[in-house]
């Protein structure tokens, strides 16, 4: 049976949803308006003012926030709130190579951790649970999102933060940990670290566990339920909106709830900026509907994504986003051919290699160069040996199958590509540093 943790907004009917959307959106525009000049030069600029916001789809009126106008605006330019009143500062990862500072007040904090609770609960968390805490605590917003949310259900909150794998397994069958919550790269160190130690499934008693913060796919999350005998969610956010929680999934495991009561989405063409038509990818673009200290409005995230508006099977009424195919800034541009990391990720998953690898992009002599570097998985490895520049080319191709360009493979020995206890770097441009 479905669990909520705010059973009202989360199951509230649309048309009641959407008006209350309408009222904090104008209330929103009016505080941004009045409390950061910044948002409210561009309004001017725009010709916009608060009054003309009637109806939702009068959002597009208003002007965009992208990653630049967060570096110009840095530290206090998109401010909404004394800091004074301001209780945290969390700050980006930097995957794309650029900080961010958020700032929270008491109330933006509550809000942030409800958020992650409903993805608790609709994992099945109850205050029963001992849920561990593996992302990085600190400026990163995994780990203090996914604190304050198993707090708010009651579970027993194991912080443990990211690292020292050996003390994470040995607290995980110690302490009974129910739950689990990091990066899906880091959930699949923690399963080749437990079948080298010979620790089994049997030997914990983790249900489920919550994966985020980076890209991964269905085959991974299958390679993770059946290592680790759980059931796997995945949970999308970022720190200029909040932070993990933005959106979840729920048993359906079929697409991410949005918090649509507190974040409205949008999806817009990412080249004209215009809104695409229901159902259709695009750039996902959030409005905070009652966040103080850091109201954006219309932000640009660069991920791509689809918007389901079906209604799902655990009651939800809120929208479902689908993973983000990839970043728009994340895409490269291999021999004028756009590539997503992701997409070669799935031609290995699908091929039977693990998500070890790693793409190196370089330019030499004019010309762009691909290299994939995989991992052979440990079963696979001394038996196939010989075979290497057969299964080399095999992959080669289907990569070429997929992208359209060739790519060179290499198949490495098992655990050679370096590990992250975060984020994996799934990606090394050499171009850029030319
Ligand atoms: P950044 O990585 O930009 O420095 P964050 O740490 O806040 O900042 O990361 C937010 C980004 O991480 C999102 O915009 C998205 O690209 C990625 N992300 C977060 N959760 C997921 C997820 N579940 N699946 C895929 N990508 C995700
Ligand atoms: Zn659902």
């Known amino acids: 049976m479905a669990n909520y943790y705010q059973k009202e907004l989360e199951t509230m009917p649309r048309q009641e949803l959407e008006e209350m959307q309408l009222q904090k959106l104008k209330q929103q525009v009016r505080h941004v308006y009045q409390n950061v000049p910044y948002y409210r030069a561009k309004m001017e600029e725009k010709g916009v003012s608060p009054d003309d916001i009637q109806s939702l789809s009068d959002i597009a009126k208003l002007p965009f926030l992208t990653k630049n106008d967060l570096r110009e605006a840095y530290p206090y330019g998109l401010l909404g709130a004394p800091l004074s009143q301001c209780v945290r500062i969390q700050s980006t990862s930097g995957t794309t190579g650029k900080r961010v500072v958020a700032f929270y007040t008491q109330h933006d904090i509550d809000l942030w951790e409800d958020c992650c609770a409903r993805a608790l609960v609709a994992a099945g968390c109850t205050s029963e649970d001992v849920v561990q805490v593996c992302y990085g605590y600190g400026l990163f917003t995994g780990g203090a999102g996914m604190h304050g949310g198993a707090h708010r259900v009651g579970a027993l909150t194991l912080p443990m933060s990211s690292g020292n794998t050996e003390r994470q397994l040995q607290f995980m069958q110690d302490l009974s940990s129910t739950m689990i919550c990091c990066t899906p790269s880091y959930a699949e160190y923690l399963i080749e670290s437990m079948k080298e130690q010979g620790i089994t499934p049997q030997d914990t008693t983790l249900k489920a566990g919550i994966f985020g913060a980076e890209p991964w796919t269905e085959e991974m999350r299958h390679e993770i339920e059946e290592s680790l005998h759980i059931n796997a969610y995945d949970i999308y956010g970022l720190t200029e909106i909040s932070g993990p929680g ?4 729920c048993q359906a495991k079929s697409g991410m709830h949005i918090c649509e ?3 409205l989405v949008e999806v817009i063409d990412p080249d004209t900026g215009e809104v695409k038509p229901k159902g259709e990818p695009g750039e996902i673009v959030f409005t905070c509907l ?3 200290a850091f109201p954006l409005l219309r932000y640009r995230t660069r991920d791509i994504a689809v918007i389901k508006y079906e209604p799902c099977s655990c009651g939800r009424t809120h929208v479902r986003m689908s993973k983000p195919m990839g ?4 895409m490269l541009i291999i021999r ?5 990391p992701s997409q070669i990720e799935a031609v290995l998953l699908t091929e039977g290699y693990c998500a070890n ?3 190196v992009v370089d330019r030499v ?3 762009d160069t691909l290299d994939v570097y995989v991992e052979l998985p440990p079963e696979r ?6 075979n290497l520049s057969a299964l080399e080319n095999a992959l080669a191709s289907a990569i070429r199958t997929m992208l359209g360009i060739g790519a060179k493979v290499h198949l490495v020995a098992p655990k050679t590509i370096a590990r992250s206890e975060g984020k994996a770097v799934r990606v090394i441009d050499k171009r850029k540093l030319h």
Do not use: L, M, P, W
């Open 246 to 249: 933005v959106a979840f999934e």
């Open 261 to 263: 009561d507190h974040f």
């Open 290 to 292: 009652d966040k103080e």
């Open 327 to 330: 970043r728009s800034d994340d």
């Open 336 to 340: 004028g051919v756009n590539v997503f």
């Open 357 to 359: 690898y790693q793409i």
């Open 365 to 367: 002599n004019h010309t």
């Open 381 to 386: 490895f001394s038996d196939t040996i010989k």
